[in-house]
């Protein structure tokens, strides 16, 4: 009768520190591994079947989880404030490893959800427009900070009006040649995040999420009994949806007065995330 052997992972930037226990917690293997998948395929062939594996969430876990979940009985992913409170001790990454491997193998491991490699994709390229959505509030706030700062009078509107702009340096001879240049270049900047932020957001319709349904399911999202809007938007439904589907952050808003703490949600998805 084959017994499970746990694996406790404690991974890094460059290096993975292993531990590999049986089920009366004695040590099998431990190591470090560069963080390369070449190097991961190398080691898997070494390691005793059956074997479960279990890491802390990191910005690496994403490609490490995805790369070794084909090949293990299974994979779990501690919550990192929730382990820290349970395997608190004298640390190193290879007594961090032996740790993960003791809880996964005693079944004390704080797991956290992973996201499907889909849902996870879409909230990147989400997350990367909201970068980008923040740099072009930063760039219009610093146009008008520019011409507040050298007492150019302007229309705050129709400032960012691509029109309007190229008329107010043209024809506003208030407007002093020490910052033409930098207002030419914040202009250049903002169309550009513009551009990028159209594209990004075409990305996301083409992968499914603008579907006909989609759309339907967006609009009873900003719904209310009253059929009056509270404010919630295609990209804000778009956010909350993602992580719906994940069943990690928020639970299905409903309709009427929980609708209405849309935005106290968001705010906390955002603080989460």
């Not at 531990?19 to 998948?37: L, W």
């Not at 008329?167 to 240049?181: C, D, K, M, T, W």
């Not at 404010?231 to 209405?260: I, K, M, S």
């Amino acid at each position: 009768m084959t017994t499970m052997n746990y694996i406790g992972l404690d991974v890094h930037k460059k290096t993975i520190s292993y531990c590999v226990k049986d089920v009366s917690g004695r040590i099998q293997q431990e190591g470090k591994i560069g963080s390369t998948r070449r190097e991961l395929d190398c080691w898997m062939k070494t390691l005793p079947q059956p074997w479960t594996v279990a890491m802390e969430a990191t910005i690496f876990s994403g490609w490490i989880y995805d790369h070794l979940l084909p090949h293990a009985t299974q994979i779990k992913v501690a919550h990192p404030l929730m382990l820290r409170a349970i395997a608190a001790a004298k640390k190193n990454d290879q007594i961090d490893a032996s740790k993960l491997a003791d809880c996964l193998r005693c079944d004390f491991l704080p797991e956290c959800h992973m996201m499907p490699a889909a849902i996870r994709d879409r909230r990147r390229t989400l997350r990367y427009r909201h970068l980008l959505v923040r740099q072009m509030v930063q760039m219009k706030n610093r146009v008008s900070g520019l011409l507040m700062e050298t007492g150019v009078e302007y229309n705050k509107q129709r400032l960012h009006k691509v029109s309007y702009f190229r008329e107010l340096l043209s024809a506003n001879g208030e407007v002093p040649p020490s910052i033409r240049p930098l207002l030419k270049l914040s202009r250049e900047t903002i169309k550009r995040c513009q551009k990028t932020e159209y594209a990004l957001v075409s990305s996301l319709q083409r992968s499914g999420v603008g579907r006909p349904d989609q759309e339907a399911q967006n609009r009873s999202w900003r719904g209310s009994d009253h059929g009056t809007d509270v404010g919630a938007g295609d990209r804000r439904c778009l956010t909350l949806r993602l992580d719906q589907e994940g069943h990690q952050l928020l639970r299905p808003l409903r309709r009427g007065t929980e609708l209405g703490r849309q935005g106290d949600a968001y705010a906390a998805l955002e603080a989460a995330q």
